[in-house]
């Protein structure tokens, strides 16, 4: 990307400008490409550290190699360590997916999204950090680009889910108790269906005969 920048130099050859002497010049207008670090969120990036900071929220920043460029304090305690910065695609201790398989770091939602040049989104996963502590959370992995398109870097938002992911764990676990209470019921009714039923059937076929054979029986027998 090209940047147009004018500026002034010093002439001290008597020779430059038809021989005058001339203390300063203005240049002519020049067309240069910047070095390759001076993209446009390289040079962004700094400002927005302090507004990042004030947010209070977990997110880091990183060159187009994955490498860590910033992450506020809000991002330290999430991870519950300070991770150098250069460190490769997260500063988690350790990753793992939500089934508990571990998650190598070059396989991580934000080495996905450098890899592939785009942005992930739908995934969870689990940090967990120094002291054993885990956090479940939801990562939102941006690619940066320069307005030609170049990849300058990305930006993650991690968002704890941990409070949520418990919830539904309990859902569950109440769904898959009523379900087994509505088994055993099921399987009480029954029972008890089949232990009255049969003295039931033997009243009813004892009162049948006795119905039966009550007509041949003398006055003095049905008394």
Not at 134 to 156: I, K, S
């Amino acid at each position: 990307m090209a940047t147009h920048a004018r500026t002034t130099a010093p002439v001290s050859d008597p020779k430059a400008a038809g021989g005058r002497r001339l203390s300063q010049q203005p240049a002519a207008s020049i067309t240069a490409a910047p070095p390759p670090a001076a993209t446009t969120w390289t040079i962004a990036e700094p400002a927005s550290r302090a507004m990042l900071n004030a947010l209070g929220v977990a997110v880091y920043t990183t060159d187009p190699e994955g490498r860590l460029t910033f992450y506020p304090e809000a991002a330290a305690s999430f991870w519950g360590r300070r991770p150098e910065l250069g460190e490769l695609w997260c500063g988690s201790y350790k990753l793992f997916h939500p089934d508990g398989t571990p998650m190598p770091h070059d396989t991580c939602p934000m080495a996905i999204a450098l890899r592939e040049g785009r942005e992930l989104r739908g995934v969870e996963a689990v940090a967990e950090r120094p002291d054993g502590t885990r956090v479940m959370f939801t990562p939102y992995p941006t690619v940066l680009r320069d307005p030609d398109g170049t990849v300058v870097g990305a930006v993650n938002v991690l968002v704890d889910v941990t409070d949520r992911a418990r919830v539904e764990d309990s859902l569950r676990a109440t769904a898959a108790a009523l379900r087994t209470s509505n088994a055993v019921k099921d399987e009480f009714l029954g029972l008890v269906s089949h232990e009255l039923r049969t003295p039931v059937t033997t009243i009813f076929g004892n009162a049948r005969l006795l119905r039966d054979k009550g007509e041949n029986l003398s006055l003095d027998d049905r008394e």
